[in-house]
């Protein structure tokens, strides 16, 4: 447990997953439902009352969370009507700028949240933080044009069972006569204005590209560098899915690949994309024997915690084999408690599916094994370089 003061801010790090247990706490009842503590970064890129990041309304809070819940269960449950589009030309070039603009915005939630306003002023870092916020509405009203597309098509629809359940159209549909969501919430009546659903959206952008692309770049790095470790990735896929490159895979063939989760798990323990989470507390706690007062700032440092020795045996050695013991091993990848990624079993099952795609089809070598992973960090790690040589696997 560290203790540090970051100007008026006092900062308490945490480091060991038995002092995680009451912050990571299901209650609602918990003091620790608040990510951040507010300061005027997040107020000027008005990010503490959209979205859920750090959206400190509770009520806003909640009702976006158990929004986001269903629709991404809804996802899975429920089969879309097929139907056929046209691409557009250049969907392509928009898409890789699409990307590029949310991995801007992600920047930007952590310098507005980690750099303090005297710092936000100075010349030059004051040009850049207003690119950073020109990025952020040039990104909303490119999913306001969205927005605004598909509400027309809704509003020519008049019976709900047409619609199809994707999570756009239950963000617009929601407390209204063609609500899909069937979410009922008595203290959240209204429906959803433009801005919150453009804070929702980046969000879940954001964590479900960004997070796991950084994922399966790590997993690939450290495949390259352990060859054996590799090869019973391959063995496991070839048991699984025989030789057939173009085996149509289902999600019950994806939970029998024991050994590929446990690749999964081990890379986001040895080198997670997300070493840190924070949380705030809300009235007076006690934690490991400390008593601290409300309105402070956790960090939980969940990659010390991953590679804790009181925790784990030989925690500087890649060894996936420690996940398949039968003990239940905690590593915290997506937080926990309330404030938890709700797309957590969503990743596990995109990352498999790349895994599955990608190994069963392709050799996969570093261009320069003596490379280190280029990468930005600040509470994230994105990866900024890792050249790599793809080759088709013949199959006789």
């Known amino acids: 447990m560290w203790e540090i003061y970051k100007g008026p801010i006092r900062t308490i790090w945490l480091a060991r997953n038995d002092l995680f247990e009451k912050i990571f706490s299901p209650s609602t009842n918990s003091a620790f439902l608040i990510r951040a503590v507010s300061n005027s970064g997040l107020e000027e890129f008005n990010t503490t009352k959209i979205g859920m990041t750090f959206n400190s ?32 030309v250049g969907a392509l070039e928009e898409s890789e700028n699409y990307v590029a603009r949310i991995r801007t915005y992600i920047r930007a939630m952590e310098f507005f949240f980690t750099t303090p306003k005297i710092i936000r002023i100075l010349p030059g870092v004051r040009q850049y933080a207003q690119r950073l916020i020109k990025n952020r509405d040039l990104l909303y009203e490119y999913l306001k044009i ?32 063609l ?19 453009c804070g929702n959206l980046i969000e879940v952008f954001a964590a479900g590209t960004d997070s796991v692309a950084n994922s399966i770049t790590f997993i690939i790095y450290y495949l390259a560098h352990y060859p054996k470790v590799k090869e019973r990735v391959v063995k496991e896929l070839e048991t699984v899915f025989g030789r057939d490159p173009n085996y149509r895979f289902t999600s019950d063939d994806l939970s029998k690949l024991r050994y590929c989760e446990a690749v999964i798990k081990e890379v986001s323990r040895i080198f997670p994309s997300a070493p840190t989470t924070f949380r705030t507390s809300t009235k007076p706690v006690e934690i490991g024997g400390h008593h601290f007062p409300a309105n402070l700032q956790f960090f939980i440092y969940i990659e010390g915690a991953n590679n804790h020795p009181q925790h784990w045996t030989d925690p500087n050695t890649f060894n996936p084999d420690r996940f398949l013991d039968g003990s239940n091993k905690v590593i915290n990848t997506f937080g ?16 498999l599916s790349f895994m599955v795609m990608l190994y069963r089809k392709y050799d996969i070598e570093l261009v320069n094994m003596n490379a280190p992973i280029r990468y930005n960090f600040n509470i994230i790690r994105q990866c900024v370089k890792m050249e790599a040589r793809i080759v088709p696997r013949k199959f006789e």
């Open 57 to 88: 309304d509770l009520k806003e809070w909640s009702y976006n969370r158990k929004f986001m819940t269903y629709s991404i269960v809804d996802y899975y449950n429920k089969l879309l009507p097929t139907k056929n589009f046209d691409i557009p």
């Open 146 to 177: 969205i927005i605004q597309e598909r509400r027309k098509e809704i509003e020519k629809t008049l019976d709900k069972d047409f619609l199809t359940s994707d999570l756009l159209t239950s963000f617009l549909t929601a407390n209204t006569s």
């Open 179 to 197: 609500d899909i969501s069937n979410i009922s919430d008595e203290s959240y009546v209204e429906p959803m204005s433009d801005e919150q659903i």
């Open 336 to 351: 926990g408690g309330l404030r938890m990624c709700p797309g957590r079993n969503l990743s596990i099952i995109e990352i």
